[in-house]
Nanobody
Framework: QVQPVESGGGLVQAGGSLRLSCAAS????????MGWYRQAPGKQRELVAT???????AYADSVKGRFTISRDKAKNTVYLQMNSLKAEDTAVYYC?????????WGQGTQVTVSS
């Protein structure tokens, strides 16, 4: 099993920046990909960005050019740098790990962008 743990959420003004971190523990050697998802009140959870074990990245159209996903293999940590934040980015952000054919979720971290 893999345990992702998020940190770094908070309150920021529109136009500002935040960096989220996700530290993975457990059977990290079987992780194929990690990603960030978000869920706003009354909405479905949606994909924000992913990064594979090979380093390939993908982004939702709504965050392209503003968010960057990266990783530190030595620390088993994935980051989400969020710039030019908008009120519509307000959501609970979840880290996800795909490992051994199963998905593992973190507990989520709240990001609130004030306009």
């Amino acid at each position: 099993q893999v345990q992702p743990v998020e940190s770094g959420g908070g309150l920021v003004q529109a136009g500002g920046s935040l960096r989220l971190s996700c530290a993975a523990s457990g059977s990290i050697f079987i992780i194929n990909a990690m990603g960030w998802y978000r869920q706003a009140p009354g909405k479905q959870r949606e994909l924000v960005a992913t990064i594979t074990s090979g380093g390939s990245t993908a982004y939702a159209d709504s965050v392209k050019g503003r968010f960057t996903i990266s990783r530190d293999k030595a620390k088993n940590t994935v980051y989400l740098q969020m710039n030019s934040l908008k009120a519509e980015d307000t959501a609970v952000y979840y880290c996800n790990a795909l490992a051994g054919g199963s998905y593992y979720w973190g507990q989520g971290t709240q990001v609130t962008v004030s306009s």
